[in-house]
């Protein structure tokens, strides 16, 4: 789930309730979901790990980092029988 689906689906209480728990300000949440800024692999998790605590349907990292459109085999989420 992106970062706007999340926004979506459970509204601003809830995503202040994370950004609470990991200590981020709601101006760089909304820039994230607004996709006008990178998020690194460490906040990633920290949201991932944060949303999936509040509300038990975590934002997935692969979507925060915006890798969700790329090949499965450049991601690494790719399976092989090799």
């Given at each position: 789930?992106?970062?706007?689906?999340?926004?979506?689906?459970?509204?601003?209480?809830?995503?202040?309730?994370?950004?609470?728990?990991?200590?981020?300000?709601?101006?760089?949440?909304?820039?994230i979901?607004?996709?006008?800024?990178?998020?690194?692999v460490?906040?990633?998790?920290?949201?991932?790990?944060?949303?999936?605590?509040?509300?038990?349907?975590?934002?997935?990292?692969?979507?925060?980092?915006?890798?969700?459109?790329?090949?499965?085999?450049?991601?690494?989420?790719?399976?092989?029988?090799?």
């Open positions: 789930m992106t970062a706007q689906e999340f926004y979506k689906k459970y509204g601003r209480k809830v995503v202040r309730e994370v950004c609470a728990k990991i200590g981020m300000r709601e101006v760089y949440w909304n820039n979901k607004n996709e006008h800024t990178a998020v690194s460490h906040k990633a998790l920290e949201l991932a790990k944060a949303s999936d605590e509040v509300t038990g349907d975590p934002m997935t990292v692969v979507d925060l980092l915006r890798l969700r459109d790329l090949p499965s085999r450049i991601v690494g989420t790719g399976r092989s029988d090799k």
